[in-house]
């Protein structure tokens, strides 16, 4: 018995979180997203969901074990997250060629070759999505009409970002942009279902509130500002609030642990810079949407950021009681 | 709302087992040994030599230098022999062995039950009674008590805060003392206001331990100046500067100690011990031991004399379970695991908690995903995650830019990390390391 004894520095207890708990708690607040996108695009949006993460999941594994030479830990959660972030950013009529090769770019290039999870410099999923936009904008672009009290699936219909750029006549009402019945990818359609989502991972402490909603506050400021001098549906805060990847890129893409900065004040300068780059890159831009843009351009200042902010210190606050 | 500290903080499970449960004294064995080191600063030399008779409350370890604390013999007996034995460092130290005999007090030792509440000392006389009594903080750090009565020169004190926040999960001494013990722990800490002449103190107590904030509520009123300020129950809040923010908001600047905002902190069981040294000349020879643990089959909470092995006091709440993996000096966020149980209770062993082996082993370490829950829990503003980094690369300059010495090693950053990374174990060297640095530059 005594030579039995386990000796070792405190602290002697752990929380027992985990990296799996924080991934599937993560994968849980995505959920009313998916249940909207399966309503909205029926059997498509299951099928490029589950390819996805079946096409991220392979890949690493793979990658792991033939590559890096290292057990592989496709199960803690990060692999299905990039899979389902990437399925969710791409139209549900998507060639099932297409999205491999976006998973492979996410997970092979953007994810292993840096060393795997906690290593990497940019977001997987959003340089998955944009790998393929500009890889393949045709395919990237062209949306299925939602298929909500509709009898066909078969025709194509714009974004209410590209009728915002190209025809501002055509728009939708803001209310059916809120609940999820305009066209778009697979998990931009509600941002009612995403906003549930945020509140889980508050709720869980998986995440704090300063990214998604300095983020959201941003875009608000600024588009609010630019409508009081010029009161047109081009700038009107609740359509850029509403619309495209704004609600999923600030609630899930821009919060990613590994390539979003470490400290509060870094936090509120990287979710402003990304909503001030997203309306920016959607008013004056050549592309109708900026969102993920905009958080791929931001996770390469994160080192910056983490490197010239601090936590707020004990002691520095002396007398405000 | 009730108050706490401003940054960070954690609630791991309390696991109170022993709560409520009356003190116990453990019977004293036929020969006991007491280290010459038990306290932060120097060793004391011994004044006994091998053949000599003593008695409880005998000097036996006289101080060296203003930081330590002087030791008593807890026991009547022989000294045996003078010699190296473990200790919870788990390096063999000086230590008194003295060969039990009966159990006979010295004569200057009001061993009655009777409350004294009348004490006409000045404040020297009564910070050298607490010096020749030994007496150390109790909460677990062993800092000599009269040191901090004496605030350096150019500093006054203006509040005395007394720390019975006892945020360790699992021990429950100074709880139970505060419940048997309330009236002699109150005079006690009239006579530390007197010793640091203020007229203000305030007693912080965790919210769960309503009973123990009730009837020191009560009590209270019949202590001028004293009162009573129940607190949000969150870890590490017996951190000095931690309850000092809970309790009068202001915070104890980088590398200054609590005096810079006009406070001293003593720890409840520290103000017993000098109720009893003041009122009762009582040398600190025995101390409030909670003995526990998931499986323990009798957690509770001993009076131990100094000296006694741990295997006295596991055996009288049951003996070792089949499935101890790890004992563990103190309480399990900032406690010492221990190699033997054959060390002796000294002044700062506020408990014994024996954990299964089940939880003793740490999980897998993965790599950093950068999720800043250690950043989020830092009670003192710290960048934990960053600090590893930098102590791992040998960044010293960096480490120190970054207050790698302002760590008070309470270990939040380790309990909360999803990836289980040994972030306090690195921060811990960084630090020894950073603090080696600047003291050469000083030097």
């Given at each position: 018995m005594e030579n039995k004894l386990i000796v070792s520095p405190s602290p002697h207890v752990h929380s027992g979180d985990s990296i799996e708990k924080n991934m599937y708690g993560v994968l849980i607040a995505l959920i009313p997203a998916f249940l909207v996108a399966v309503y909205v695009f029926r059997l498509d949006a299951l099928i490029i969901t589950a390819l996805s993460v079946l096409f991220c999941m392979g890949f690493e594994y793979l990658i792991a074990k033939y590559i890096m030479k290292k057990t592989p830990t496709i199960f803690d959660g990060s692999a299905i997250i990039t899979g389902v972030l990437l399925a969710f950013n791409v139209p549900s009529n998507l060639p099932i060629w297409i999205l491999a090769i976006g998973a492979l770019f996410a997970?092979?290039?953007?994810?292993?070759?840096?060393?795997?999870?906690?290593?990497?410099?940019?977001?997987?999923?959003?340089?998955?999505?944009?790998?393929?936009?500009i890889s393949f904008p045709a395919q990237m672009t062209t949306w299925p009409t939602p298929n909500v009290g509709a009898t066909t699936?078969?025709?194509?219909?714009?974004?209410?970002?590209?009728?915002?750029?190209?025809s501002p006549e055509a728009l939708p009402a803001i209310k059916d942009m809120f609940f999820g019945f305009e066209g778009g990818s697979i998990g931009e359609m509600s941002a009612l279902a995403l906003l549930i989502g945020l509140i889980y991972m508050l709720w869980k402490k998986i995440i704090t509130w300063h990214i998604p909603i300095s983020i959201i506050a941003s875009v608000a400021v600024f588009t609010g500002i630019l409508y009081l001098f010029n009161p047109t549906p081009i700038y009107n805060p609740l359509i850029h609030l509403f619309?495209?990847?704004?609600?999923?890129?600030?609630?899930?893409?821009?919060?990613?642990?590994?390539?979003?900065?470490?400290?509060?004040?870094g936090m509120l300068i990287y979710g402003v810079s990304i909503g001030l780059i997203t309306v920016a890159i959607r008013l004056w831009g050549a592309y109708p949407e900026g969102v993920s843009f905009a958080i791929l351009l931001m996770n390469a200042f994160t080192p910056l950021i983490n490197n010239y902010t601090t936590p707020k210190r004990f002691g520095e606050v002396v007398k405000n009681g | 709302m009730l108050k706490t500290f401003r940054i960070g903080g954690i609630h791991p499970k309390e696991n109170k087992f022993s709560a409520g449960k009356a003190i116990q004294p453990i019977a004293i064995p036929a020969q006991v040994v007491i280290p010459l080191a038990q306290h932060i600063g120097a060793p004391c030399q011994p004044v006994v030599k091998k053949g000599d008779k003593v008695k409880v409350g005998t000097l036996i370890g006289k101080t060296v230098g203003f930081v330590s604390a002087n030791i008593h013999s807890s026991v009547s007996g022989t000294v045996l022999k003078i010699d190296k034995a473990f200790d919870s460092s788990g390096y063999k130290r000086d230590a008194v062995f003295v060969n039990v005999d009966g159990d006979e007090w010295e004569e200057t030792i009001d061993r009655s039950e009777a409350l004294v509440k009348e004490c006409t000392l000045t404040s020297k006389e009564i910070i050298d009674k607490i010096s020749a009594a030994g007496i150390v903080g109790m909460g677990g750090a062993t800092f000599p008590a009269h040191v901090k009565l004496i605030p350096p020169p150019g500093t006054k004190a203006e509040t005395l805060i007394i720390n019975a926040v006892e945020c360790e999960p699992y021990l429950t001494s100074d709880h139970q003392l505060m419940m048997e013990k309330t009236e002699e722990i109150l005079i006690g800490t009239t006579i530390l206001m007197k010793a640091i002449?203020?007229?203000?103190?305030?007693i912080g107590i965790e919210n769960n331990k309503k009973d123990a904030i009730n009837k020191f509520t009560v009590a209270a009123k019949s202590y001028p100046g004293i009162t009573v300020q129940p607190l949000k129950v969150q870890?590490?809040?017996g951190g000095e500067k931690q309850l000092i923010d809970a309790i009068i908001q202001r915070q104890v600047p980088s590398g200054t100690l609590p005096i810079s905002v006009g406070v001293i902190v003593q720890n409840v069981g520290t103000a017993f011990a000098v109720y009893e040294a003041v009122q009762k000349n009582k040398p600190l020879v025995e101390r409030v031991v909670t003995v526990t643990g998931k499986d323990v089959k009798n957690p509770c909470n001993v009076l131990s004399r100094v000296g006694i092995p741990l295997s006295n006091l596991i055996d009288f709440a049951g003996g070792l379970p089949e499935t101890t993996g790890k004992i563990i000096s103190g309480g399990p966020m900032m406690g010492k695991a221990i190699a033997s149980v054959d060390i002796p209770v000294t002044k700062g062993t506020s408990g014994i908690l024996i954990i299964p082996t089940l939880e003793s082993k740490r999980e897998r370490m993965n790599d950093c995903i950068r999720c800043t829950k250690c950043i989020n829990v830092c009670p003192m503003g710290l960048n934990p995650t960053l600090l590893m980094n930098l102590t791992e690369?040998?960044?010293?300059?960096?480490?120190?830019?970054?207050?790698?010495?302002?760590c008070i090693e309470c270990g939040s950053c380790s309990y909360t990390c999803p990836s289980n990374r040994p972030l306090l174990d690195y921060i811990r060297l960084g630090k020894g390391k950073v603090m080696g640095i600047i003291r050469a530059r000083k030097a």
């Open positions: 997970i092979g290039v953007v994810k292993m070759s840096f060393g795997g999870l906690g290593n990497n410099i940019f977001n997987p999923a959003i340089a998955g999505r944009i790998f393929l936009l699936d078969a025709i194509t219909s714009a974004t209410v970002l590209s009728h915002l750029k190209f619309s495209g990847g704004l609600m999923l890129g600030a609630v899930f893409m821009a919060t990613d642990y590994v390539t979003s900065p470490m400290t509060k004040s | 002449n203020v007229n203000k103190a305030v870890y590490p809040q690369y040998s960044e010293w300059d960096r480490a120190e830019k970054d207050r790698i010495t302002d």
